[in-house]
C-alpha cells in the first residue's frame, strides 16, 4: 500500500454487557485497509463480525465501542454522529450481510429494493433509476434482469439473493465493502460466481474490501492479506499466499484440522487450545 | 465399478423418482437415480443445494414417502410406509444441530424417546454407553441443548441416532453448521465409530473435501440426476472426466480467477 489506507483501526474494543457478565468480544484489534482485499478470519465467536460491525457503527444497543482510533479517510468514524453515519452508511462503506433470506425485505419486490440505494436526488425520474437498477442487476451477471426486477426475494436462489445484495451495496459506489460471509450460504460454483464478481469490483472501481470468514482456503486463495482472529485479539497477520506457512499455532491447526482429498484413513488433527493464546 | 453389485449390497436403489408440486409447477426433485452402497461402505453424494441429495435421503428414511423406484434396504424391499422395526435398522443424523434437538428437551429426555418408542428396557445403561461412544459423557445427561457447544449438540444428535443401534447411518450434511476445528472432531468421531459398529453409511455434502475424507465412493449429482460415480481414489489422482466434477474439483481447492471466468460465462450463458 503506498497510498494512504482507507481505513485505520487501532486498538479497537468492543464489550458487551450481559445479566451475567461483560463479555470482551473485540480486544485490542489494529489494522488498516487500502484499495485491496483483506480477509479476517476465524471461527464463530472470535469477534470477527463484530469488527465489521464496529467499524460502521452497527453494533447491538448492549454494546460498547472504543477504540484509539477509527478512522474512515478524513472521517473519524469513533467520533462520529449518528447523522453523520447516515452519511457513510450504504454509500461510503457498505456491507454485504451473510445470508440473503434474512438481510432482504422479504415482502418487497427486488427492483425496489435495490432503488432504495440510489443516493437521494430530486431530479432522478422513477424510468432513470428502474434504468440504474437493471445496469446493476447486469454489473452482478444477471442473465435476465427485467424478470429479476420484478421478483420477490423467495422466488430467487440464494446465488441469486447474494448477487442482489452486492448490487444493492453497489448501487451508491461505496469506497469500503464490508463482507460478512457473503459467500458460506452458496454452493461452491455459485460462490466462484460471486467471488470473481466482488475480485473484478476491486481491481475496476479500486475499493477496499474486508472479507470476513471462516473458511481458510477460501481467503489463502481470494485475498491480498489476511487477518487470523482469536478469542477477539489478531493473532497473526500474513500476506494470504503465505497463510500456508503460518506461524502461529492456532493458525497452522486450524489449517492442519481441513480434511483434504487425500486424507482418506487418516485421523484429522484436532486443535488443541492453548490458554497462553488469549494473553500474547 | 465392481463393487457395486446390487445382490449383496446393503441399500440398493433402483430408478429413484421423488417431485414436488402439480401441473406447470411440477419438479422432479430427484430423476431416475440408482446406486448400490456396500455393507460397511460409506457412500458419498454430492452436488449443489437443490440437487436433490437430500431429497434421497429423506426417502430412503422414510420422512418422504412420495417417492416411486425400487429401494432395497438390508435385502427387504420398501415401501412408502415404513414400520417400527425400519427404524432400528435406519436412523438418520441432519445438518443443523440447533434446528434439529428439541429445545426443552433435556439430553436425557431426547435420547430416552426413541427407547420408549420402541419398548426398549435398558434405558439408562443405554443412555450412559451411547454418551460415552459419543465423547460427551454421563455429565452431560441433565442438560438442555442451548447449554451445549454446536459440536457437542450434533454429538447429541449423533447419540440419538445410534441409542437404537441401527445397522444404516444416513448423514445429511453433519458437518456444515460447524467450525472447521469442531468439524475435524466430528468427522474422527464418525470415522471411529463407523468402524467400531461396522455402520453402512450415505454422507451428503457440498463439501468435495469432506466426503473425500469419509467415503469409498461417491455419486456426483446435479439436477435430481447422478451424473456418474467414482471411487475416491479418482478425485486422489485428479482423474475425473466429467467436467461438473472436475468443477465442484477445482472449486474446492479455493478461488481461481481464471476458473471463475468461466463460471461467469456460464451463468451469463
Not at chain 1, 43 to 68: D, F, H, M, W, Y
Not at chain 2, 80 to 103: A, C, I, K, N, W
Not at chain 2, 134 to 159: D, E, K, N, T
Amino acid at each position: 500500500m503506498s497510498e494512504s489506507p482507507q481505513l485505520l483501526v487501532e486498538d479497537l474494543h468492543v464489550r458487551f454487557r450481559t445479566p451475567q457478565r461483560m463479555v470482551h468480544a473485540v480486544r485490542g484489534v489494529s489494522f488498516s485497509v487500502g484499495r485491496e482485499k483483506v480477509g479476517i478470519v476465524g471461527e464463530s465467536g472470535s469477534g470477527k463480525s463484530q469488527t465489521g460491525r464496529a467499524i460502521l457503527k452497527l453494533t447491538p444497543p448492549n454494546g460498547t465501542v472504543s477504540a484509539k482510533r477509527l478512522q474512515f479517510q478524513e472521517l473519524d468514524i469513533a467520533g462520529a454522529s449518528e447523522r453523520e453515519m447516515l452519511k457513510v452508511r450504504g454509500s461510503r462503506i457498505s456491507m454485504i450481510m451473510q445470508d440473503p433470506k434474512y438481510a432482504l425485505d422479504p415482502v418487497m419486490r427486488v427492483g425496489a429494493q435495490i432503488a432504495e440505494a440510489i443516493p437521494e436526488s430530486p431530479r432522478t425520474s422513477a424510468a432513470e433509476k428502474r434504468d440504474k437498477v437493471m445496469a446493476m442487476l447486469e454489473a452482478v451477471h444477471i442473465r435476465n434482469p427485467a424478470r429479476v426486477h420484478d421478483l420477490y426475494p423467495h422466488e430467487v436462489s440464494g446465488g441469486m439473493g447474494q448477487r442482489i445484495m452486492i448490487a444493492m451495496m453497489l448501487m451508491a459506489d461505496p469506497d469500503l465493502l464490508i463482507a460478512d460471509e457473503p459467500t458460506s450460504a452458496l454452493d461452491v460454483t455459485v460462490r466462484m460466481q460471486v467471488l470473481a464478481i466482488l475480485d473484478d469490483l476491486v481491481t475496476r472501481r479500486g475499493l477496499g474490501l474486508i472479507f470476513i470468514s471462516h473458511d481458510l482456503n477460501l481467503v489463502a486463495t481470494f485475498c491480498d492479506r489476511v487477518l487470523i482472529m482469536y478469542a477477539g485479539r489478531i493473532v497473526e497477520e500474513c500476506a494470504a499466499a503465505d497463510l500456508q506457512n503460518a506461524k502461529h499455532p492456532y493458525t497452522r491447526g486450524l489449517l492442519a484440522s481441513l480434511p483434504r482429498i487425500g486424507s482418506r484413513h487418516q485421523k484429522l488433527a484436532v486443535l488443541n487450545r492453548d490458554p497462553a493464546w488469549l494473553n500474547d | 465399478m465392481t463393487d457395486s453389485t446390487p445382490e449383496n449390497a446393503m441399500i440398493s436403489v433402483r430408478d429413484l423418482r421423488v417431485s414436488f408440486g402439480s401441473g406447470a409447477g411440477l419438479v422432479h426433485a430427484v430423476d431416475g437415480v440408482s446406486f448400490n452402497v456396500q455393507p460397511g461402505e460409506t457412500y458419498g453424494l454430492v452436488g449443489e443445494s437443490g440437487c436433490g441429495k437430500s431429497t434421497i435421503l429423506r426417502a430412503l428414511c422414510g420422512l418422504n414417502p412420495n417417492w416411486s423406484g425400487d429401494v432395497t434396504i438390508g435385502g427387504e424391499a420398501m415401501t412408502p410406509v415404513r414400520t417400527r422395526s425400519f427404524y432400528r435398522r435406519v436412523q438418520m443424523v441432519f445438518q443443523d444441530p440447533y434446528g434439529s434437538l428439541h429445545p426443552r428437551h433435556t439430553v436425557n429426555t431426547t435420547l430416552t424417546e426413541p427407547l420408549k418408542i420402541h419398548g426398549i428396557g435398558d434405558a439408562d445403561e443405554r443412555i450412559t454407553r451411547v454418551l460415552v461412544q459419543v465423547g460427551l459423557g454421563p455429565a452431560f445427561r441433565y442438560r438442555y441443548p442451548h447449554q451445549l457447544s454446536g459440536g457437542q449438540r450434533q454429538r447429541l444428535a449423533i447419540a440419538r441416532a445410534l441409542i437404537l443401534e441401527p445397522q444404516v447411518l444416513l448423514l445429511d450434511e453433519p458437518t456444515s453448521a460447524l467450525d472447521v476445528s469442531v468439524q475435524a472432531e466430528i468427522l474422527n468421531l464418525l470415522v471411529d465409530l463407523r468402524e467400531r459398529l461396522g455402520l453402512t453409511c450415505i454422507l451428503v455434502s457440498h463439501d468435495l473435501a469432506v466426503v473425500a475424507h469419509m467415503c469409498d465412493r461417491l455419486g456426483v449429482m446435479n439436477a435430481g440426476k447422478m451424473l456418474e460415480e467414482l471411487p475416491v481414489t479418482a478425485l486422489e489422482d485428479d482423474s475425473p472426466t466429467h467436467p461438473y466434477t472436475r468443477q465442484l474439483l477445482a472449486a474446492s481447492l479455493g478461488y481461481d480467477r481464471r476458473l471463475a471466468s468461466t463460471a461467469v460465462e456460464d451463468i451469463e450463458g
